[in-house]
T-cell receptor
Framework: QKEVEQDPGPLSVPEGAIVSLNCTYS??????FMWYRQYSRKGPELLMY????GNKEDGRFTAQVDKSSKYISLFIRDSQPSDSATYLC????????????FGRGTSLIVHP | DSGVTQTPKHLITATGQRVTLRCSPR?????VYWYQQSLDQGLQFLIQ???????AKGNILERFSAQQFPDLHSELNLSSLELGDSALYFC????????????????FGEGSWLTVV
C-alpha cells in the first residue's frame, strides 16, 4: 500500500461545477498537507497548504484535513476551464524532515 | 515563474548513454530536491541536498548520481540509460531550515523531459 493514495481520474466536470479532489494516507506522522497544481508539461506549483487538521480557504479553493480519517480534500468552487490541470496532494512530517510525499495526481478537465 | 531553473528542457538520447541535468535553486534556498515523474509512477523522490551535503535519499537508482556545488546549483547524472528512464525530471528547492513561511513547501522548476530511444 502506498503512503498516499490519490485517484488519477480523469475527472471531467462542466464549467461552474463544484469539484472535490481527495487523497487518503496511511502515515499518521504526517503534519503538513499541501496541494499542488500542475499544468501539462509544467512543474507543479503550490496551491495551498494546511498544518494539521482543519479547513483553509483561499478564494475559490478550500482545503480540508481530517487526520482522524487520514483523509484530505480540495474543493474548487465555480470551476473554470483554466482550472483544468493535474492536482497533486502532498504531505510531510513535521520537525526536520521536509521531504513531501506526493500522491499520483488527479487529472481535472473543466469543459465550457 | 518559481525561480528554479532547469536545463536542458528536452533531450533525446540513446540507450546506454549518459546525461547530466542541471538545476539552479531559487535565490536564498539551500535545499535542492530531485524528482522523477512518469505516467505510471507519479512523482518519485530521488535525492535531496542541503547546502552541498546529501541529506536524504529516495528511490534513486545506482546508475543515477547527484551533487550540489558550492554555488548551490545541482546536477543529476543519469548513466547507462534504459528505455524505462524516459521521464520528466524535476528539480525543486526550499528555504533554509527554520525559515519556512508556508509549511513544508518546495518550489519546482519546469522540468527536463528525457526521452531514451
Amino acid at each position: 500500500q502506498k503512503e498516499v493514495e490519490q485517484d488519477p481520474g480523469p475527472l471531467s466536470v462542466p464549467e461552474g461545477a463544484i469539484v472535490s479532489l481527495n487523497c487518503t494516507y496511511s502515515n499518521s506522522a504526517f503534519q503538513y498537507f499541501m496541494w499542488y497544481r500542475q499544468y501539462s508539461r509544467k512543474g507543479p506549483e503550490l496551491l495551498m497548504y494546511t498544518y494539521s487538521s482543519g479547513n483553509k480557504e483561499d478564494g475559490r479553493f478550500t482545503a480540508q484535513v481530517d487526520k482522524s480519517s487520514k483523509y484530505i480534500s480540495l474543493f474548487i468552487r465555480d470551476s473554470q476551464p483554466s482550472d483544468s490541470a493535474t492536482y497533486l496532494c502532498a504531505m510531510s512530517r513535521g520537525g526536520g524532515s521536509y521531504i513531501p510525499t506526493f500522491g499520483r495526481g488527479t487529472s481535472l478537465i473543466v469543459h465550457p | 515563474d518559481s525561480g528554479v531553473t532547469q536545463t536542458p528542457k528536452h533531450l533525446i538520447t540513446a540507450t546506454g548513454q549518459r546525461v547530466t541535468l542541471r538545476c539552479s535553486p531559487r535565490s536564498g534556498d539551500l535545499s535542492v530536491y530531485w524528482y522523477q515523474q512518469s505516467l505510471d509512477q507519479g512523482l518519485q523522490f530521488l535525492i535531496q541536498y542541503y547546502n552541498g551535503e546529501e541529506r536524504a535519499k529516495g528511490n534513486i537508482l545506482e546508475r543515477f548520481s547527484a551533487q550540489q556545488f558550492p554555488d548551490l546549483h545541482s546536477e543529476l547524472n543519469l548513466s547507462s540509460l534504459e528505455l524505462g528512464d524516459s521521464a520528466l525530471y524535476f528539480c525543486a528547492s526550499s528555504p533554509p531550515d527554520g525559515t519556512f513561511v508556508s509549511g513544508n513547501t518546495i518550489y519546482f522548476g519546469e522540468g527536463s523531459w528525457l526521452t531514451v530511444v
